[in-house]
T-cell receptor, first 115, second 112 residues
Framework: AQSVTQLDSHVSVSEGTPVLLRCNYSSSYSPSLFWYVQHPNKGLQLLLKYTSAATLVKGINGFEAEFKKSETSFHLTKPSAHMSDAAEYFCVVRGYGGATNKLIFGTGTLLAVQP | DGGITQSPKYLFRKEGQNVTLSCEQNLNHDAMYWYRQDPGQGLRLIYYSQIVNDFQKGDIAEGYSVSREKKESFPLTVTSAQKNPTAFYLC???????????FGPGTRLLVL
């Protein structure tokens, strides 16, 4: 069975400092992994996705994530945080089996950016 | 301007009342999904539809119903059988089932 674990429920950084949001996955197959961002009372926006091509995936707004099979990790990073990055971030793995290949969501990491 | 729209943004339900949440997409996607989001939890799948006139239960379908009469539309009804309906409801679509999903802005349902 597939699952994801987001290791931090809350992360706080200062504006201009690096961001690291951690995600570990479990999958019996070569996984498809995603990061979505959700601003307050908004829908989810796709940041980036990994589908077994390059292990370093670049997304929107300066975010990137590295797929590390040996560590079963897919951590999200950004070199320099901006106030507008304050939001909730979800790590997601695509499940396999059945008709849906449904998405399995982590519980989210709330990122706070201090001025 | 392509995308997914959900209405209303906020919805209030009285005891014993059924309410319907709207989801429309103009992306020409075959597959559509409904999720429920509660604080501190990830999204949970309520129902999904692979194609017009077809839909399947997700992980938490009890107390909900859907229809898919048109490709563009996938309304969700929260029935009186759903005892804890207060949540944020998100609709999504993908080109085909299993492809990358894109989300609407959500509807927040509150119980009076």
């Amino acid at each position: 069975a597939q699952s994801v674990t987001q290791l931090d429920s809350h992360v706080s950084v200062s504006e201009g400092t690096p961001v690291l949001l951690r995600c570990n996955y479990s999958s019996s197959y070569s996984p498809s992994l995603f990061w979505y961002v959700q601003h307050p009372n908004k829908g989810l926006q796709l940041l980036l996705k990994y589908t077994s091509a390059a292990t370093l995936v670049k997304g929107i707004n300066g975010f990137e994530a590295e797929f590390k099979k040996s560590e079963t990790s897919f951590h999200l990073t950004k070199p320099s945080a901006h106030m507008s990055d304050a939001a909730e971030y979800f790590c997601v793995v695509r499940g396999y089996g059945g008709a849906t290949n449904k998405l399995i969501f982590g519980t989210g990491t709330l990122l706070a950016v201090q001025p | 301007d392509g995308g997914i729209t959900q209405s209303p943004k906020y919805l209030f339900r009285k005891e014993g009342q059924n309410v319907t949440l709207s989801c429309e997409q103009n992306l020409n996607h075959d597959a559509m999904y409904w999720y429920r989001q509660d604080p501190g939890q990830g999204l949970r799948l309520i129902y999904y539809s692979q194609i017009v006139n077809d839909f399947q239960k997700g992980d938490i379908a009890e107390g909900y119903s859907v229809s898919r009469e048109k490709k563009e539309s996938f309304p969700l009804t929260v029935t009186s059988a759903q005892k804890n309906p207060t949540a944020f409801y998100l609709c999504a679509s993908s080109l085909y089932i299993g492809e990358t999903q894109y989300f609407g802005p959500g509807t927040r349902l509150l119980v009076l």
